[in-house]
């Protein structure tokens, strides 16, 4: 039986390799060309980009640099500014986008605003949880710089964004405690973004920065509060007899002691996704 079943075996094996090498070409004298591969996505024929160069446009569609101490959990920085992959219990959440973002207000005869963001990749848009439906509790309708470029020298991540619309021109820099041979200081719960905005323009600019988050951490029908802290806030969950492991804070502070904090958003309509 067993020498039936090799013999079997054997038989098919060669006749399908057989029938894969056997196209009407081989035998006719013609010259085989090369299938081109397309790839999975669509990139510009203008966006090569140079070895551990900058990366921008189609390229900053996947990027996520990973900012937290060794070992304390993470969130990414992407390509594009966004703020995601937040990941503090104990768990990879690899598309948790918190709805936390950074923006900046033009005060004026024309109020301009923006999120510290490039334009949102187009697979976030189309086929992720809850489009179908307006993407509920995201930030992506809230305009955003048109353009962005992204360069890693690791554990720094440099994000460069323009508008030529806008006058103002930022960059994002974001890092982790990393310090070679000294794994108590690399291994703090820590991880920092500094934002630097330049204006472009010929004249002077009344403008307002703001971080703003909503509190992420809280749980349906769980006690949850938002705490004042100096120079910034803390999102708090409470823990229950019955569910000790939902306790959880994450702390946002900046050193600038002008800090202003506001604990609540403005409360849209009905159909806010954010409020």
């Known amino acids: 039986m067993e020498n039936q079943r090799r013999e079997f075996l054997k038989n098919i094996t060669l006749g399908g390799f057989g029938t894969a090498i056997a196209p009407d070409d081989l035998f006719s004298g013609k010259k085989i060309e090369k299938q081109k591969v397309q790839p999975y996505t669509s990139y510009d024929k203008d966006q090569d980009r140079e070895f551990n160069g900058s990366y921008e446009g189609a390229y900053l569609n996947r990027i996520a640099f990973p900012i937290g101490g060794i070992g304390t959990g993470m969130f990414c920085i992407e390509g594009t500014g966004a703020i995601s992959h937040m990941s503090i219990r104990h768990r990879p959440e690899i598309f948790h986008e918190p709805g936390m973002f950074a923006a900046i207000t033009i005060k004026g ?4 605003a923006k999120v510290l963001e490039g334009a949102v990749p187009e697979w ?3 086929g992720q949880k809850g489009t179908g439906n307006g993407a509920a509790g995201t930030t992506f309708g809230l305009p955003r710089f048109k353009s962005a470029s992204f360069k890693t020298r690791f554990p720094f991540a440099d994000i460069n964004l323009d508008d030529p619309k ?3 021109k930022a960059k994002i ?3 982790s405690p990393f310090i070679p041979t000294d794994q108590d200081n690399s291994s703090l719960p820590v991880g920092a973004i500094e934002y630097t905005l330049t204006n ?3 004249s002077s600019v009344d403008a307002v920065f703001s971080f703003n988050t909503k509190n992420f951490l809280a749980e349906e029908n769980q006690p949850n509060t938002i705490k004042g802290i100096k ?3 803390a999102l708090y969950q409470a823990a229950t007899t019955e569910k000790p492991h939902l306790q959880a804070e994450m702390a946002y502070y ?3 002691p002008a800090t202003k904090v506001d604990h609540c958003w403005f409360r849209g309509g009905w159909w806010d ?3």
Do not use: M, R, V, Y
């Open 109 to 112: 005869e024309q109020t301009k």
């Open 124 to 126: 976030k848009l189309f």
């Open 166 to 168: 806008f006058p103002i």
């Open 173 to 175: 820099t974001a890092w």
């Open 200 to 202: 472009t323009s010929s």
């Open 231 to 233: 120079n910034g806030f």
């Open 254 to 256: 900046t050193d600038d």
């Open 273 to 275: 996704p954010l409020t």
